[in-house]
């Protein structure tokens, strides 16, 4: 029985989470009368004009065109919510940040809440992470709740925000029939910017000794161009939505078919929904089933192969003209294959066979019972599960270099997740016309259990043995949430609104034997004044919307990243790497790890200060946001001394501050029977810095981070108080008269005569000074444009590849490689890692989609509908970063698979 399965003592619990929905009716007068906008606020809904925190909603109707994943949908249409793909690799996902950083080495995504169901924050082996196994097209909205009085109703998981996501869902009446299909081409943005073979040829005969020069070869490979190609795929989705009175239905069915732009780099995503909402007892008990179930085939191309034809000798050709190897070219010494040449990228990529399965199921079933003999009390009850199983197989051909060296290879992976969810609540709302007030009160509890199986990877070389059995060892962890939580909120006179919340979290994570560190209490308080509301503004024919908000609350993070005991005394089974002999036998044994009996939650004190405005019937709207964030007790992974069980460990090791505005405003300038203009912009600021690491540490104390490629355990960032997280942590440069860097000549900033690491420096960060987005449509009779688009000003770039580009570099353990341009100006004799010159600005301005399309009106009937249209993403992006793209997650820039242009012609048919 697992360890964690005995710390708490569990209950039933749930979750609602309800719809948001525009319309529009007309009075009695004919005056258009505007229905309000509900929004999701976790365990319940709110009319978005009585919201007291910092809540964002977007519906299908604002969504980006052509995502393909569910993050994408959004990406620049919110701000203080970042959103960067891990790469240009078909299914990849993406990674989120509301409001940037707030914590160290513990998660920094927000949690993600998919009708009703909380997700795991990490991702399953052979797929991405849980929200890019989730079809886009079955998405209705997102509401994105960003600060503690927002989020701490989900207490131990809200540091980093909460999106709640909705599916669509059916209505009752006739059958609807919604099909869709887009066909796509993409193609790769651009090369690393390194040497044309005669170029290549100059330097090398210019630099290099006569043995070096002997190698050049006659041929000119662009290799950059060989692994790439023109990558074509399809998504095809059909829905069927309708219902009787009684039991509203929409059935779903998805297929997406993606070529990579790297060659034979393949996504397949299949994808079924069915969400059915029948009402019995005269509408008293109303019923949410929600089921999804997806199923991805992935092949992955290796990593290593971008890195490859950056590097490999463009002087020499694809194939030799033997059969050696494959018949590809590759480097040799003494005349075998020289075991530090790089790798032929095209060899590897016929050498190597890297696929996966993953198959996801979700599903929850959701009962709310308006009580018969109480109808302002509500009963609301959640059961959810969710499955997800990854496994994969990766062959490596030993006739080729890939697998030469060791015969060739098999080796096999499985991954199995389990989310159990079990909540309940009761809501009561009751209208208190004495007073001019109106209450809402929320009670309820949580638990929620997350189990992960992992069997051993296990490799053969060669041919497998006739007992193989990859699953012979394997390995279960897990852990376990139980909540209490509450939330009141009351309207008093319809103009002001008080709101608090309350959670008390138990976490199975904290378990250190004793219950000192178990339970974390988080809390949220708001209150919003609807100042258009009042009499001196009532009639106004100018402002139509100007309400103040104002929130300050306590929320917690979890999420550590190092497993599911950090804090208790556990044992790992070892590997096949790590074995016993007795006698001629070989026998795995446990090991203990090291853990942290002290260890407890970070947690994060928010205040937040809101404006919402409307002028001119709301022809202009927007908001303003200023926020503070202080995080203490950060976890960090850090070193520790020696003797331990470990060289390092998991510890509470400081604090964070985050101080931040962000705000947005959209206008409708044309607005008439026959055309339409949307235009909205939003822009973010923040800036986490460390306030305090280790007790007892001096000024020159900091954590390195960040690894690159180059020597071995290089970092290049750390965190240091007083400076961003991440920041880059580096030499500073000497320049010439004529500003030509000095090859290894750095600044002596301690004043001591000798360069040490003593003089490195913080310069720069991967922290934006802003985010900048901007979306606009004009419909015209049946015509609409539509684009988006986004900026990221003062973040910068670690640019790996040129770092790794010097003379040295291109005539190395005795085979030619290629260079970075830079290195032709440089002229470093060998590689400067840590020079500051490498750290480059990445701003940049992307133009994410353009879209034109044209709406044919009664096809087929009188109710049909079909929309063609025409679209481009990545369209195009303007920066001064010298690497392909200067969108890099984590800011070091070393062989990222850039994202493609993607051009897409497609057809939506409704009726």
């Given amino acids: 029985m697992r360890n964690y399965n005995t710390v708490l003592k569990v209950a039933p619990a749930f979750l609602l989470l309800g719809a948001m929905f525009s319309a529009q009716t007309t009075d009695s007068i004919g005056k258009e009368k505007k229905i309000e906008e509900v929004v999701l606020i976790g365990y319940g809904k709110q009319k978005k004009s009585d919201l007291t ?167 000119d490979t662009n290799w950059q161009d060989q692994i790439y190609q023109q990558a074509w795929g399809t998504d095809n989705n059909l829905a069927l939505s309708g219902g009787l009175k009684w039991l509203p239905y929409r059935l779903s069915l998805g297929y997406n078919d993606q070529n990579g732009i790297v060659k034979t780099n393949t996504f397949r995503r299949t994808s079924a929904g ?45 194939y030799s003209g033997n059969s050696n190897y494959g018949g590809f070219y590759e480097h040799l010494l003494n005349g075998g294959l020289n075991v530090n040449g790089t790798a032929n990228p095209l060899s590897t990529l016929q050498a190597i066979r890297d696929i996966s399965s993953v198959y996801r199921g979700l599903g929850n079933i959701q009962l709310d019972y308006k009580v018969h ?31 030469y060296f060791n015969g060739g290879s098999s080796s096999t992976y499985s991954q199995e997740k389990k989310n159990k969810l079990l909540e309940t609540f009761f809501n009561y709302t009751k209208d208190i016309a004495a007073i001019s007030t109106k209450v809402d009160l929320t009670g309820g509890y949580s638990y929620q259990d997350f189990e992960t199986s992992t069997p051993s990877t296990y490799t053969t070389l060669g041919n497998p043995p006739a007992d193989y059995n990859p699953y012979s060892l394997a390995s279960k962890t897990g852990y376990t949430l139980v909540s209490f939580y509450g939330r009141g909120i009351f309207t008093i006179a319809d103009k002001y609104v008080l709101s608090a919340s309350l959670r008390r979290d138990g976490s199975s994570r904290f378990y250190n034997g004793t219950t000192n560190n178990l339970y974390g209490t988080f809390y949220g308080f708001s209150g919003a004044w609807k100042i258009s509301d009042e009499k001196f503004l009532k009639d106004s024919k100018v402002v139509s919307n100007l309400k103040l908000r104002g929130g300050y609350g306590l929320t917690g993070n979890q999420e550590i990243n190092s497993g599911d005991f950090p804090a208790f005394a556990s044992y790992n089974l070892s590997g096949p790497g790590a074995q016993y002999q007795f ?51 950060l976890i960090g992974q850090v070193i520790v001394a020696a003797g331990d069980l470990s060289n390092q460990n998991i510890l509470n090791i400081g604090n964070m501050n985050n101080k931040g505005i962000e705000g947005s405003i959209n206008f409708v300038p044309i607005k008439n029977e026959t055309v339409r203009w949307d235009l909205g ?43 961003n997280p991440y920041s880059f942590y580096v030499y500073q440069q000497v320049y010439d008269a004529n500003g030509k860097p000095l090859d290894g000549v750095y600044v002596d900033r301690n004043g001591d005569g000798n360069i040490t690491a003593a003089d490195k420096y913080f310069y720069k960060s991967t922290t934006p000074d802003a985010i900048l987005g901007f979306n606009t449509k004009v419909s015209y009779k049946n015509w609409d444009l539509s684009m988006s688009g986004r900026a990221v000003l003062g973040n910068y770039v670690y640019n790996n590849a040129a770092s790794n580009s010097s003379i040295q570099s291109a005539t190395t353990n005795d085979f030619l490689q290629n260079v970075y341009s830079s290195a032709v100006n440089y002229r470093f004799q060998s590689p400067q890692y840590f020079s500051d010159i490498f750290i480059e600005n990445a701003s940049f301005f992307r133009l994410d989609n353009i879209n034109i399309g044209y709406n044919f009106k009664d096809i087929l009937s009188t109710k049909g509908n079909m929309r063609v249209y025409a679209m481009a993403q990545n369209v195009f992006v303007i920066t001064k970063y010298s690497g392909v793209d200067p969108e890099v997650f984590n800011g070091i820039d070393n062989g990222y698979y850039q994202l493609p242009h993607v051009y897409s012609l497609g057809f939506n048919f409704q009726f």
Avoid at 378 to 402: F, P, Q, S, W
């Fill in 53 to 219: 925190g910092s809540i964002t909603s977007i519906t299908s109707k604002d969504f980006n065109g052509g995502a393909s994943t569910a993050a994408q949908l959004i990406q620049g249409k919110t701000p203080g919510v970042q959103i960067t793909t891990n790469s240009g690799a078909p299914g990849s996902g993406s990674q989120i940040r509301v409001r940037g950083t707030s914590s160290l080495s513990a998660n920094n995504s927000p949690l993600i809440v998919i009708d009703g169901v909380p997700q795991d924050f990490a991702g399953i082996n052979g797929g991405a992470d849980p929200l890019s196994l989730i079809n886009p097209n079955d998405i209705a909205t997102f509401n994105i709740l960003k600060d503690a009085s927002a989020t701490a109703i989900y207490g131990n998981r809200a540091t980093n925000g909460v999106i709640l996501i909705t599916t669509k869902r059916g209505t009752s009446g006739r059958l609807k029939v919604d099909f869709s299909t887009v066909a796509s081409v993409s193609e790769k943005m651009g090369n690393v910017d390194v040497l044309s073979a005669d170029d290549f040829r100059s330097f090398v005969n210019a630099n290099a000794s006569a043995s070096y020069k002997a190698r050049l070869g006659t041929a």
């Fill in 274 to 318: 069915l969400n059915l909402n029948p009402t019995f007892f005269d509408k008293h008990l109303r019923v949410d089933v929600a089921l999804k179930g997806t199923y991805t085939d992935n092949r992955f191309a290796d990593g290593g192969v971008i890195n490859a034809a950056t590097y490999f000798d463009p002087t020499q050709p694809v």
């Fill in 373 to 403: 003999f109480l109808p302002d009390l509500h009963i609301n009850v959640n059961a959810g599960y969710d499955y997800t199983k990854g496994e994969g197989h990766k062959t490596v051909d030993g006739n080729l270099r890939a697998g």
């Fill in 583 to 633: 006698g001629g036998s070989f026998y795995n044994f446990y090991r203990p790890n090291i853990y942290n009996p002290n260890l407890k939650w970070e947690t994060a004190t928010t205040k937040n200060l809101g404006l919402d405005f409307g002028f001119l019937n709301d022809r202009i709207t927007g908001s303003v946001d200023i926020y503070e964030k202080d995080t203490k007790d």
């Fill in 681 to 723: 912009f939003n822009a973010t600021h923040y800036n986490p810095i460390v306030t305090k690491l280790q007790e007892r540490a001096d000024d020159t104390y900091n954590i390195p981070v960040g690894g690159i490629s180059g020597g071995v355990g290089n970092t290049i960032q750390a965190h240091a108080v007083g400076y």
